[in-house]
């Protein structure tokens, strides 16, 4: 059983921990909270759990040997650092952290420590989308692809009122590239590998991050468009193109159709794709099977593509942001 401890009491927090114990391989133990009614208001329906409001306390509790952090996407980095410090294994929600040094610190500092960092990025841990993956060499050559993931955050009612959310602010490292348009890059990167060049256009806000931007991945035989954003709602379809046919997608953020339209109809096919009640089961299972065997082969070898992919997914990121002028105080420490 993982003993799990958790920074963040809001609804992705929430949603992950009742995925977790929907595996039947973690029990929530511990909650961190700035205030302690936030702590027990989050973990009073989890049953006997530990509340702290002090964060070095929380990292030493010997009931926890896993961490799960949703706090303010600038926070990450500290707080991974410290829980790995402290002997804990640490599933940082995406985007993990906000530079390549950041990222590189965390990966190095978890291989000395012997523990072991995931980043939540959990679309690539479904089903359906490894079924996509499996399915992509099957067909002819890839001539490009279009992925599209924007939506209109409740947030931005406050920015337009002259206030900076946590979500839209360079302080605390948000924006739409940051947050949405992290489901596009683990996907273009996943099923194509890194790409050769990158080129985002971004629409800033007051507040100094993106709104909404579009961006081409360039491949040597084709380019990868991508559409992101949280302050407009887009209904568009995703697609993947081949010389002989396309591929549809209603997402790549959670994968619940795909249909590939061939030249001839006879060439027409369905996917067995699905989505879980919960979309956060399935890498909550893939975490755990890591964890309860990490010295297995095939696990490390999952656990090293995963973090190898979280690094390049940040790399890109980060190239993209600088690329749109887009400045976070993390860049600056």
């Given at each position: 059983?993982i003993?799990?401890g ?11 921990v009742e ?5 039947n391989?973690?029990r ?5 909270s700035?205030t ?9 329906k989890?049953?006997e759990?530990?509340?702290?409001t002090?964060?070095?306390t929380?990292f030493?509790l ?5 961490v799960?952090?949703?706090?303010p996407?600038?926070l ?5 650092k410290?829980a790995i410090?402290a002997?804990k294994?640490v599933?940082?929600e995406?985007?993990a ?5 950041e ?7 978890a ?6 960092f ?5 679309n ?5 989308f490894?079924?996509v993956?499996d399915f992509?060499p ?8 279009n992925f ?11 920015v337009l009122a002259?206030e900076?959310?946590?979500?839209f602010?360079p302080?605390?490292s948000?924006g ?6 992290v489901y ?12 050769e060049?990158?080129?985002y ?8 991050v993106d709104?909404?931007g ?5 491949y ?11 302050i407009?709602?887009a209904?568009?379809r ?7 046919g ?6 790549v953020?959670?994968i619940?159709e795909?249909t590939f339209?061939?030249?001839?109809e ?7 794709v699905?989505?879980?009640?919960n979309?956060m089961v399935e890498?909550?299972?893939d975490?755990?099977?890591?964890i309860?065997?990490s010295?297995d ?5 999952r ?5 190898e992919l979280a690094r390049s ?6 190239l993209?942001?600088k690329q749109?002028?887009?400045?976070f ?5």
């Amino acid at each position: 059983m993982i003993h799990l401890g958790i920074i963040g009491t809001n609804w992705i927090t929430d949603q992950f921990v009742e995925a977790a114990h929907q595996t039947n391989r973690y029990r929530l133990r511990a909650v961190y909270s700035r205030t302690l009614a936030k702590a027990e208001a989050f973990g009073k329906k989890y049953g006997e759990v530990l509340y702290e409001t002090d964060l070095q306390t929380f990292f030493d509790l010997p009931e926890i040997d896993t961490v799960y952090i949703a706090s303010p996407n600038s926070l990450h980095f500290a707080q991974a650092k410290q829980a790995i410090l402290a002997g804990k294994h640490v599933i940082v929600e995406k985007p993990a952290f906000s530079t390549p040094r950041e990222m590189a610190e965390i990966i190095t500092l978890a291989n000395q420590q012997q523990v072991l960092f995931f980043e939540a990025a959990r679309n690539i841990h479904e089903k359906s989308f490894r079924t996509v993956a499996d399915f992509l060499p099957t067909k002819g050559a890839i001539i490009g692809a279009n992925f599209s993931y924007m939506k209109y955050s409740s947030r931005y009612d406050a920015v337009l009122a002259g206030e900076e959310p946590n979500i839209f602010s360079p302080h605390f490292s948000g924006g739409a590239l940051a947050d949405l348009g992290v489901y596009t890059i683990y996907a273009t990167l996943a099923w194509f590998g890194k790409p050769e060049g990158i080129h985002y256009f971004a629409r800033k806000l007051p507040t100094g991050v993106d709104g909404i931007g579009s961006a081409i991945l360039r491949y040597p035989t084709f380019d990868v468009t991508i559409q992101t954003g949280k302050i407009a709602d887009a209904h568009l379809r995703s697609e993947i193109y081949f010389d002989n046919g396309t591929l549809d997608l209603n997402a790549v953020n959670a994968i619940e159709e795909a249909t590939f339209y061939g030249r001839s109809e006879a060439d027409t096919q369905e996917l067995a794709v699905a989505a879980q009640a919960n979309p956060m089961v399935e890498e909550a299972n893939d975490f755990a099977d890591v964890i309860e065997d990490s010295t297995d082969p095939l696990q490390g070898k999952r656990y090293e593509e995963w973090v190898e992919l979280a690094r390049s997914v940040n790399e890109t990121i980060y190239l993209m942001r600088k690329q749109a002028d887009i400045d976070f105080d993390a860049d600056q420490e």
